[in-house]
């Protein structure tokens, strides 16, 4: 058991009130640091805590949407932003969107007040050397935060902008156009599915594209999208379009080494879709990073030969983002593998939202609490939403190259066999068996005099 009875949290973002909110309430006392408002980030200019610097939206409430079901499992589990955000709701149909000034005076309210947490009004620039430290620092961590960060990691993962391709449900693609190839033959076949066109495609393609609407850059965002203009990989696929009428099938899109297999000839142009996880249910579009409105990016990569009625998982992003390079360097309850009495949460992790942000915070908050309570560690089942999240961090899918994951169907461990119905009763069947899961004994109890250390059964 610890010598002493305390964790130490960075950050009052929603990840870090909920991981200070957890901890307390499991009987551990809490030294919550935020920098506001001595110093603010360029996003944030309330003096609250938990402030949504986006959208007042916390998305979809129905439990056969991913974050849906998210929301459910921590709203059972006891969670303080979900408690926040039921309290201060405002009508948005079937989504939960809030009174964004309420909700974080909600949480600021609960926070200050609690016997067990304190509140410190300071920046921190180094982690401490000693005991266990949650951080939560965010997206957009202090420069000083972020190098000591960076040396505790080994310098190398830390990553300070985010391009991530667009994520498909693979049972949304249309396999009688698109085939399985790997170029050249190389590697597994499985590994990419290939959308071939003819040049009347890709004209109509190409054209919708270049003329797309942008998604509009946030002020913190200009200074690193100058840079990002001139670093050829990280390219939105619309400005490589701009570049030249070939340049794309001299890029990602070209047909060479991918025989069509009817013809054994090239097609004008592909598009390469590659596997993201070893289940082969969700498939990135390779090179197809962006900055399009989600809007957009359906309407104009719809036109993508087998890719008409896609299902997205995750849109392609690009935008500032301080992430770890978490896969190889973080367990599954977001600690450090070489320093277990380190955990990270938030953003910063490789998760990406609110709700997913609340959800690391969580599970980061109880495993903090039952590490200084010398108890054993709360692995959340890869049959929730919120244990997907935490083992996609541990894991990373197969893809070398790490990128955030908001709450999707298709990291979570999917049934032995296929359920009927399509994808509607399936995510249904997904809701029912984590539900059931969390409603067993799994337990995280304030202590009492009977039992000093509450529970923690699994």
Known sequence: MMAENKITVI???????????????????????????????????????????????????????????????????GSLIMEAAHATEVPAGSALAVNREAFSAYITERIKNHKNITVH?????KIPEEGIVVVASGPLTSDALAEDIRRIT????????????????????????????????KGEPTDYLNCPMTKEQYDRFYEALISAEVAPLKEFDREEQKELTVFEGCMPVEVMASRGYDTLRFGPMKPVGLPLP??????????????ENKEGTMYNIVGFQTHLTFGEQKRVFGLIPGLENAVYF??????????????????????????????FAGQMTGVEGYVESTSSGFV???????????????????????????????????????????????????????????KKNRNAAYAERSLSLLSRPFCFSKPTDEDPVGCNER
């Open 121 to 125: 009004y300071e920046e921190v620039e």
């Open 314 to 343: 995750r849109y392609g992003v690009m935008h500032r983002n301080t992430y770890l390079n978490s896969p190889g360097l973080l367990d599954e309850t977001y600690a450090m593998l070489d320093r277990p009495t380190l955990r």
């Open 154 to 185: 080994g310098g190398e993962g830390l990553h300070f902008f985010d391009a991530a391709a667009p994520i498909v449900d693979f049972a949304s693609i249309d396999t009688s156009v698109a085939f399985f190839a790997s170029r050249w033959g």
């Open 262 to 275: 009817e013809t054994g000839e090239d097609a004008f142009a592909t598009v390469q879709l590659r596997r």
């Open 11 to 77: 950050g009052a973002g929603l990840a870090g009130c909920e991981a200070a909110w957890q901890a307390a309430e499991l009987g551990v006392r809490v030294e919550l640091y935020e920098m506001k408002p001595k110093r603010f980030s360029p996003a944030h200019h309330s003096e609250g805590f938990a402030e949504l610097v986006c959208s007042n939206s916390l998305r979809s409430n129905q439990t056969d949407n991913a974050v849906g079901l998210l929301k459910a499992e921590l709203s059972a589990l």
């Open 364 to 422: 980061a908050g109880v495993n903090a609490a039952l590490a200084a309570l010398g108890r054993e560690r709360a692995i959340f089942p890869r049959e929730t939403v919120i244990g997907a999240l935490a083992h996609y961090v541990r894991d990373g899918g197969i893809s070398k190259n790490f990128q955030p994951m908001n709450a999707n169907f298709g990291i979570i461990a999917p049934f032995e066999k296929k359920v009927k119905g399509g």
